[in-house]
């Protein structure tokens, strides 16, 4: 499985950016895909995350309300939709996936990851 991210870029506070998630290798109708995301100095953090199984999507609190996910199926692709983006949310976006129904929030879980892309709030 492959995991090919893009989408990062340089905006102001409470602007918009869209990440993508591409992937290969396999069929996933049986898989969740979604992001984590490390800071400046910070530990990666869960972000949220999308089943193919059943399009249910799961959420960080500190993204709630303003993140969404969304997936198309034909292109096996997973888009990260951040609104209201905040200073905080600086940093290197990581796409990743794993076989299953379940979402995890740690990282250790999951078997596939993409390169990060660069994420970054100015005030």
């Known amino acids: 499985v492959q995991l090919q991210a893009s989408g990062g870029g340089l905006v102001q506070a409470g602007g918009s950016l869209r990440l993508s998630c591409a992937a290969s290798?396999?069929?996933?109708?049986?898989?969740?895909m979604g992001w984590f995301r490390q800071g400046p100095g910070r530990e990666r953090e869960f972000v949220g995350f999308?089943?193919?199984?059943?399009?249910?999507?799961y959420f960080a609190d500190s993204v709630k309300g303003r993140f969404t996910i969304s997936g198309d199926n034909a292109k096996n692709t997973i888009y990260l939709q951040m609104n209201s983006l905040k200073p905080e949310d600086t940093a290197v976006y990581y796409c990743?996936?794993?076989?299953?129904?379940?979402?995890?929030?740690?990282?250790?879980?999951?078997?596939?990851w993409g390169q990060g892309t660069q994420v970054t709030v100015s005030s």
């Open positions: 999308i089943s193919w199984n059943d399009g249910s999507t």
């Open positions: 290798g396999r069929t996933f109708n049986n898989y969740v």
């Open positions: 990743a996936a794993r076989s299953g129904k379940y979402i995890y929030s740690s990282s250790r879980y999951y078997d596939y």
